[in-house]
Nanobody
Framework: QVQLVESGGGLVQTGGSLRLSCTAR????????MGWFRQAPGKEREFVSA????????YYTDSLKGRFTISRDNAKNTVYLQMNSLKPEDTAVYYC?????????????????WGQGTQVTVSS
């Protein structure tokens, strides 16, 4: 079994920063990549970022490039999402996910495992 545990969400003011963490437990050695998605109230879940475990290649949705940074610590089986210059429109539940596929990292259906989500609220 695989379990993804997110942490680091919370309430922050506009312009602030947060770092989300996602630790993978269980059969993690076979994952090709980890991704972050988010779902704002009343909206569909959308892709944020992804990173491959081996080479560390990173992918971002265009609108978040420059503010969000994804990274990984293989020894800890943990992926991070550093979020800077946060805006109220970044308010959402953030989910991490794991995939065995090496393509279409922005597609939710490619991910086999999901975390429970962590709430990020940015106040104006």
């Amino acid at each position: 079994q695989v379990q993804l545990v997110e942490s680091g969400g919370g309430l922050v003011q506009t312009g602030g920063s947060l770092r989300l963490s996602c630790t993978a437990r269980g059969r993690t050695f076979s994952f090709y990549a980890m991704g972050w998605f988010r779902q704002a109230p009343g909206k569909e879940r959308e892709f944020v970022s992804a990173i491959t475990w081996s080479g560390g290649s990173t992918y971002y949705t265009d609108s978040l490039k420059g503010r969000f940074t994804i990274s990984r610590d293989n020894a800890k089986n943990t992926v991070y999402l550093q979020m800077n210059s946060l805006k109220p429109e970044d308010t959402a539940v953030y989910y991490c996910a794991a995939t065995w596929n090496n393509y279409n990292f922005d597609v939710q259906d490619q991910y086999a495992y999901w975390g429970q989500g962590t709430q990020v609220t940015v106040s104006s």
